[in-house]
């Protein structure tokens, strides 16, 4: 059964890791410098962790880091999983559930995505306010376990208020500017179209992406307040001047990395 799965999945880490993390952190497409502001840090290459997922997408190591920022215990998972690598939905999510059972009740996650509000330019970061799941799937599909959640869980607030609050604290304390917007998904892997980008924007989506919106369903089910921010690494189709490349979103990434991992050290340093 899935519960067991994740249950020897978490017996497994917690052999490895002695302090149960309270916080999680997705870190998505050439974000994944957060992990040099870790202390004490213990690296779990996802191979090793029993019935785990395993990515291939360039730009993301495949690791749970755990360690500490600030006083809190901290697992960053260095790459994600997505549905357009043919991963099932629970494959998809399935650290998140890993997370929960380690004891992580805050979960933030990031992403490099395209930008569709046309006050949004490359390099921009942006607090999700909401998303728009236009997979046509859904993680929680399928037989329930109450041991994990509600049969019919509420998303009024899938990104907590709470917390985009003491995001922007930081923010403003840091000097950092931001946006905030909704985010779609796009199943990828290829890039929207102009037409698909007109659609979403009449849809009310800021933002698009392949990614972030399954772990953020799974995490609001499992009871876990949710924090997401996305980096804008390029303006999407009929927006944009250019062609996209993969290439292209990563080094956008990588440059606005830089304030986005100060944004989320300083956040969860100084966590109450």
Not at 68 to 90: C, T
């Amino acid at each position: 059964m899935f519960y067991d799965k994740v249950k020897e999945s978490s017996d497994y880490i917690r052999e490895r890791v002695q302090e149960s993390p309270e916080i999680g952190v997705v870190l998505g497409s050439g974000l994944g410098s957060l992990v040099d502001m870790m202390e004490d840090k213990t690296v779990i290459p996802y191979q090793e962790i029993p019935n785990f997922p395993r990515s291939h997408v360039e730009g993301h190591a495949g690791n749970l880091v755990f360690g500490r920022i600030g006083r809190k215990h901290v697992v960053a998972m260095q790459g994600r999983f997505h549905y357009y690598e043919g991963f099932a939905m629970k494959e998809v999510t399935y650290p998140v559930y890993v997370m929960k059972m380690l004891g992580v009740g805050n979960l933030i996650v990031t992403n490099a995505c395209g930008g569709i509000n046309p006050s949004f330019a490359p390099g921009d970061l942006m607090l999700l306010t909401d998303y728009i799941n236009m997979l046509g799937n859904n993680p929680l599909i399928g037989e329930n376990d109450e041991r994990l959640g509600v049969r019919f869980p509420d998303m009024s607030e899938s990104y907590s208020r709470e917390l985009i609050g003491r995001a922007v604290l930081e923010a403003q304390k840091l000097g950092i500017s931001y946006k905030k917007g909704v985010y779609a998904i796009f199943s990828g892997p290829c890039y929207e179209t102009a037409a698909e980008i007109r659609a979403y924007e009449r849809l009310g989506a800021d933002a698009i992406g392949m990614s972030t919106v399954p772990e953020t369903i799974a995490a609001n089910y499992l009871g876990m307040k949710v924090l997401g921010i996305a980096c804008i690494t390029n303006m999407a189709t009929g927006i944009a001047k250019t062609k996209h490349t993969h290439e292209e979103v990563v080094r956008i990434a990588n440059e606005s990395s830089k304030n986005l991992c100060k944004w989320v050290d300083n956040l969860i340093t100084n966590w109450e």
